[in-house]
Structures are given as structure tokens and as C-alpha cells.
């Protein structure tokens, strides 16, 4: 098996290059904009939520924990649902895999 972690790194390296080199125009937040909301700035403000959140998931995903996505779709379907896990088991099936609430695991260890 392969390490994940330094394919990870290497990813969110070539994403950062891809997105300091893509163009003239400082993000809207750094810039501080006008007041006035337009069509590019509102596709300017979804490109850095974008940019942001994944640099987030993909650091958190290097350090094996749960990304925004993974505890979006957990919180919906009631699974623990994490992406690392299909890279760990080269499956798609165990994205998502059943869990016993707290109160039942408690229960169960300390019988």
C-alpha cells in the first residue's frame, strides 16, 4: 500500500501554485472591494471559499481526520462516512460504515 500522505502533499502544492499563479487580481478579502455586490465579485468570493476549503480538506485529510465533506454526509446519512478510508482499504465500499451510538459501545465495554 502507499503512503497517502506525501501523494496528499504533493497535491496541495501543485493546487497552491495553480491558484497563486492563476491571474493579476488579489482575492476580495485582501483587497477590501466596494460596497457594491456584482458578478464578479460574487464569483471572486466563491472562487476563495473554494480555494479555502479545500486547502482545509485536503490538511485534514493528510492528517487522517474527517473533512468537511466526510462530516456533511455523515451527519446526513447517520454513518461514520470518511474519504481516507476507500485510499486505506482501495474499496469504495467502505466509505460509510455502520456505528453504535456512545451509549451502547459504553455499555458493551464495560459489561
Known amino acids: 500500500m502507499i503512503n497517502p500522505k506525501p501523494l496528499l502533499f504533493l497535491m496541495l502544492l501543485w493546487i497552491s ?7 493579476c487580481a488579489a482575492p476580495g478579502f485582501l483587497v477590501g472591494g ?5 458578478a464578479s465579485s460574487s464569483y471572486q468570493t466563491y472562487k476563495t471559499v473554494t480555494i479555502v476549503k ?3 480538506d485536503t490538511a485534514l485529510a493528510v492528517e487522517g481526520k474527517k473533512t468537511t465533506t466526510d462530516h ?3 451527519s ?3 454513518k461514520d462516512c470518511k474519504a481516507t478510508r476507500i485510499l486505506e482499504e482501495e474499496t469504495l465500499k ?3 460504515v455502520e ?9 458493551t465495554e464495560g459489561e
Open 54 to 56: 479545500a486547502g482545509v
Open 99 to 107: 456505528t453504535k451510538p456512545d451509549f451502547l459501545s459504553k455499555l
Open 72 to 74: 456533511i454526509v455523515s
Open 76 to 78: 446526513i446519512t447517520g
Open 17 to 23: 501554485v495553480l491558484v497563486l499563479l492563476q491571474g
Open 34 to 38: 466596494g460596497a457594491t455586490a456584482t
Open 94 to 96: 467502505v466509505y460509510c
